[in-house]
Nanobody, 121 residues
Framework: VQLQASGGGLVQAGGSLRLSCAASERTLRSYVKGWFRQAPGKEREFVAVINLSGGIRSYADFVKGRFTISRDNGENTVYLQMNSLQPEDTAVYYC???????????????WGLGTLVTVSS
């Protein structure tokens, strides 16, 4: 089972990026999908989660109003639209899949390799 995240890069403060995460297995269409991030020297932290249908979403307080998680089950892909990026958003962003709705990384079974987002001031 593989999750492949893409879309990271270098952006100036105030800019936007859209991350994508494609799953290689059809079974992952029935999994909850989440995004986490890990900045240098810091613990991995929750960013956003979306349920199976896409009708329920939760966000970390520090991204509310700026980031939007969505999913396309037909394409077996989850997205993270990131607007108004700030230097403190610099991190490796990981997508993950879980069999229950959760904001805890411990509940996620499958993880992608991550994509680096760097926000310059």
């Amino acid at each position: 089972v593989q999750l492949q995240a893409s879309g990271g890069g270098l952006v100036q403060a105030g800019g936007s990026l859209r991350l994508s995460c494609a799953a290689s297995e059809r079974t992952l269409r029935s999994y909850v999908k989440g995004w986490f991030r890990q900045a240098p020297g810091k613990e991995r932290e929750f960013v956003a989660v979306i349920n199976l249908s896409g009708g329920i979403r939760s966000y970390a307080d520090f991204v509310k109003g700026r980031f939007t998680i969505s999913r396309d089950n037909g394409e077996n892909t989850v997205y993270l639209q990131m607007n108004s990026l700030q230097p403190e958003d610099t991190a490796v962003y990981y997508c993950a899949a879980a069999n229950k709705y959760s904001i805890s990384a411990r509940d996620y079974t499958y993880w992608g390799l991550g994509t680096l987002v760097t926000v310059s001031s």
